[in-house]
C-alpha cells in the first residue's frame, strides 16, 4: 500500500499528497464505525484505483491533534502579534503559549508591524522580547511592507507543518503574502481568522512551503483551557516547571503555599512578574470552569 499525508480534507474528500502527486481520496467504512476521523495533517496508507483516486485504509498514530483548526501532527505555532494596531499583549500570547505547549507544539514568537514603532513603543517591546528570549522561546521581529525579518522566518518553516496563529488584525495574512506572494491572500475584508478573504469554507488546507507546509486555517476560533487542569497549568510555562521541582511540597500550586520555588523566582525577578500575574489569571479561570459530563 502507498502512503502519504492529508493536505485537504473537504466535501468527504481526503486529498493526500504522495511521492508521485495528490491523490484525492475517500474513507473507508470501518472509520466511520469506529468513531476514526482523518485529519489534515494525518500520515495515512491508502489503496490507489488509479492515478488520481484511492481509499484511505489505515491512518497512522497522531503525535498531536487540535479540535478547532482540526488538524494533527502539527510541529510549530508561529504566534503572530503585532507590536501596535492592536497593542501589543502579552497576557493573550501567554494564553497562546499555555495552549501550544499543552499540544507538544514549539511556539516560535514573531512581532510584526516593527515600521511603525515610535521609540517608546520599541523599547517596551524589546524588553518583552528579552524576556521571552530568556525563557527560551524564539523571538523574531517582521514588517510586511518593509520584509525586514521576512528571510528570518523562512528556515523556521523548512520540513514543518506549522499553524499561523494570532488576534484579528495583527497581520497574519500579510506576513504570509510577504512570504509567498502567490498566495494572494486578501487582507482587506480579514475576518478574525487566517485565510483568503472571508471563508466561504472553514476547511482546512495545508499549501506547501518550499520544503515545508504551512497551514492555511480560520486560526484558533477556542483560546479556553477545555483540556488543561489546574495541576498542569505550570508544566506549560518552561520557567516555572523547571523550578516546581524544587517547591517544598509536591503538587504545589504556587499560589500561597509556603516554600514555593516559584514564588521565590519571582521575587527575585528571575520569572517575570507579568507571567505569574498571568499564570495565578488562568488558574481561576481553570478552578471556575464548569465541570464536564
Do not use: W
Request: proline share 4%.
Amino acid at each position: 500500500m502507498a502512503e502519504g499525508k492529508i493536505i485537504k480534507a473537504l466535501s468527504g474528500f481526503y486529498y493526500v499528497l504522495a511521492e508521485n502527486g495528490i491523490i484525492q481520496c475517500r474513507g473507508r467504512g470501518v472509520f466511520r464505525k469506529n468513531g476514526i476521523t482523518p485529519l489534515v495533517g494525518d500520515y495515512v496508507s491508502f489503496e490507489a484505483e488509479n492515478e488520481y483516486e484511492g481509499y484511505i485504509m489505515e491512518v497512522k498514530d497522531r503525535k498531536n491533534e487540535l479540535v478547532r483548526p482540526p488538524i494533527s501532527n502539527v510541529d510549530q505555532g508561529i504566534l503572530v502579534f503585532s507590536a501596535v494596531e492592536p497593542d501589543f499583549s502579552p497576557l493573550l500570547l501567554d494564553r497562546f503559549l499555555v495552549l501550544i505547549e499543552s499540544n507538544n507544539i514549539t511556539p516560535v514568537i514573531c512581532i510584526t508591524k516593527m515600521d511603525i514603532v515610535d521609540n517608546n513603543q520599541f523599547s517596551e517591546i524589546q524588553a518583552y522580547a528579552k524576556d521571552y528570549q530568556k525563557i527560551g522561546y524564539e523571538v523574531l521581529f517582521t514588517s510586511s511592507k518593509t520584509l525586514d525579518g521576512i528571510e528570518k522566518l523562512k528556515p523556521f518553516l523548512k520540513d514543518k507543518i506549522s499553524v499561523f496563529a494570532g488576534q484579528s488584525g495583527v497581520g497574519k495574512s500579510s506576513l504570509l503574502n510577504a512570504l509567498k506572494p502567490e498566495l494572494e491572500l486578501k487582507t482587506n475584508d480579514i475576518s478574525s481568522h487566517l485565510g483568503r478573504g472571508k471563508h466561504t469554507t472553514r476547511h482546512v488546507e495545508l499549501i506547501q512551503f518550499e520544503t515545508g507546509l504551512v497551514a492555511d486555517t480560520p486560526g484558533f476560533s477556542s483560546l479556553d483551557f477545555i483540556n488543561i487542569e489546574a495541576n498542569d497549568l505550570s508544566n506549560y510555562m518552561p520557567e516555572m516547571a523547571e523550578r516546581s521541582e524544587n517547591c517544598k511540597f509536591r503538587g504545589c500550586l504556587h499560589l500561597a503555599e509556603p516554600k514555593c520555588a516559584v514564588k521565590d523566582a519571582v521575587d527575585q525577578n528571575e520569572i517575570p512578574r507579568y507571567r505569574y500575574e498571568h499564570y495565578v489569571q488562568f488558574i481561576e479561570e481553570i478552578k471556575e470552569r464548569k465541570p464536564r459530563y
